[in-house]
């Protein structure tokens, strides 16, 4: 009998990791390598899916099973986004990573004990690099030099926009949708012994803001170490057509609506960020709190949209606890709704609140006008947010 170890041997499995951009940078990535016809395989904590269709919500817990399923379908390279709160550390002693894509560590809205368990985690997962296993770091996160401690030889790739990258981009254009030539500074050579001479070809992509660059540039480098010729990289990212709850377009006739999954300060300042190149009259926001997930993250987030919203023009908030919307263990506690009250009002930040998620979208759609563009943010608590746009439209 096969044993699952001699089954998954064969795998190519890609790792990809960090705070921020892991499931369009994973998506990404998939996408292309499908395009180039490769039988390619996604694991996270929310779907398994085969060339790009969803076969399953995913399950991390029984990995191995996942795995060995997949091998037995012909599945060639595996993309397994590992997020810290659904995989233990028992699952990862037993993984062997081919290659690991870093996207970034953000730790700057946890606490010092917090922050180090993180990076130690992150660790962790560089340690399951096989012998001849690539890494493939972001070079402009300062935090991630922190993982190259005690990985030995193993080669590293390294993108990002400063000159030290191997792969940067230049000519960048983040509106309406981005756009940028890519830059292999200097010559690498891939997993078929395929040597890329330094080089530029166009990106085109149909995502939004500057964050959204370097996601770009990671899965472009794991394509390219992975066979991806680079004028079929730029063929085929092109046609990616986005991922939900990513800086997603929602609707777009006489007004614009935005979703996305903002969870942490880093991402809603992209988020917020990303918007300044979006032309619109008025803004309005709607904001869910985050259940469920302490006071000192929804602090942090309040302060990041107080920050952003002093600097822009007219501005409506409307912030929400989603109570008819987000399971139980999502309900926003009495603390989380207190702190960001407070937050907001110490910033002298003007806005409703609601309870419902959908009286709060109804409240927006109710006064949005002609040019005028809605975001929606927020993690579970703006889940249905579209669903719910779709029922008041």
């Known amino acids: 009998m096969l044993n699952y170890d001699d089954t998954i041997e064969k795998l190519k499995i890609i790792g990809v990791t960090g705070t921020n951009g892991k499931t369009t940078t994973a998506k990404l990535l998939c996408h292309i390598l499908d395009e180039e016809g490769v ?44 997020n810290d709160q659904s995989f233990s550390i028992e699952s990862l002693e037993k993984m062997r990573f081919d290659a690991i894509v870093h996207t970034n560590i953000e730790i700057s809205h ?56 191997t792969i940067t981009a230049s000519s960048i254009d983040i509106a309406p949708t981005i756009k940028f030539n890519c830059c292999i500074q200097r010559g690498i050579t891939n ?28 899965a472009v480098t794991a394509s390219l170490m992975y066979g991806v010729l680079p004028e079929n990289v730029g063929k085929y990212i092109k046609s990616f057509e986005g991922l939900k709850r990513r800086m997603y377009l929602v609707y777009d006739q006489e007004y614009k609506i935005i ?44 302060l990041a949209l107080c920050n952003w919203i002093k600097a822009m023009k007219y501005a409506k908030i409307v912030i929400t606890s989603s109570q008819d919307s987000v399971k139980e263990i999502d309900q926003v506690l009495e603390k989380e709704k207190e702190i960001v009250h407070q937050t907001l009002k110490e910033n002298n930040l003007t806005y409703e ?30 889940d249905e947010g579209e669903n719910i746009i779709k029922q008041l439209l």
């Open 110 to 165: 946890i606490r010092e004990e917090e922050a180090k368990k993180y990076i130690a985690f992150q660790q962790r997962i560089f340690s399951r690099l096989t012998e001849n296993g690539i890494g493939i770091i972001n070079i402009d996160d300062k935090n991630n030099i922190k993982l190259l401690e005690n990985i030995g030889n193993r080669l590293m790739i390294t993108y990002g926009l400063c000159t030290r990258a």
């Open 39 to 82: 039988r390619v395989g996604f694991i996270n904590s929310e779907e398994i899916s085969i060339a790009n269709r969803i076969i399953s919500r995913g399950e991390t817990k029984d990995l191995y099973q996942h795995l060995h399923n997949m091998a037995q379908k012909g599945i060639e390279i595996i993309v397994v986004e590992i």
């Open 259 to 302: 979703d996305d999954m903002s969870h942490n300060p880093p991402s809603y300042e992209a988020a917020l960020e990303t918007i300044q190149g979006v032309d619109y009259e008025r803004l309005y926001i709607v904001n869910a709190i985050m259940g469920n997930r302490g006071v000192t993250v929804n602090r942090y987030n309040s």
């Open 353 to 382: 609140y609601k309870d419902k998620l959908r009286e709060a979208i109804q409240l927006t759609l109710s006064e949005v006008g002609k040019n005028d563009l809605v975001l929606l943010l927020g993690q579970r608590g703006m």
């Open 191 to 218: 997993c078929n012994e395929i040597e890329i001479d330094p080089m530029e070809f166009p990106v085109y992509i149909h995502l939004l803001g500057r964050h959204n660059v370097y996601n770009a540039l990671a």
